[in-house]
Nanobody, 127 residues
């Protein structure tokens, strides 16, 4: 059974930074892509970023490009989301997710492409 445990969320002022971590266990982590999603109150869970199994390829939703960076440390079985220049609109519960196959497809933004999810970590950005 795959387990994903997020950490690093919290309260930060607009313009500040946070780094989220997601530690994985139960699967050969290095062989699978990973993703981050977020869900704001009253909204659907949305794609934020994804990274290939090797860590060489990264993808972002437009609203976070240039501000967020996804990275992967296969030796530590951990994926990170560095979030800079945070805005109140970034307030949400952030979830990491494990991709269901070894290679990202054109559907990497879709929730059903990921088969394991963490419990989520709250990020609140005050204005």
């Amino acid at each position: 059974q795959v387990q994903l445990v997020e950490s690093g969320g919290g309260l930060v002022q607009a313009g500040g930074s946070l780094r989220l971590s997601c530690e994985a266990s139960g699967r050969t982590f290095s062989r699978y892509p990973m993703g981050w999603f977020r869900q704001a109150p009253g909204k659907e869970r949305e794609f934020v970023a994804a990274i290939s199994w090797s860590g060489y390829d990264t993808y972002y939703t437009d609203s976070v490009k240039g501000r967020f960076t996804i990275s992967k440390d296969n030796a530590k079985n951990t994926v990170y989301l560095q979030m800079n220049s945070l805005k109140p609109a970034d307030t949400a519960v952030y979830y990491c997710a494990a991709y269901s196959s070894a290679y990202l497809t054109a559907r990497y933004r879709e929730r059903d492409e990921y088969d394991y999810w963490g419990q989520g970590t709250q990020v609140t950005v005050s204005s």
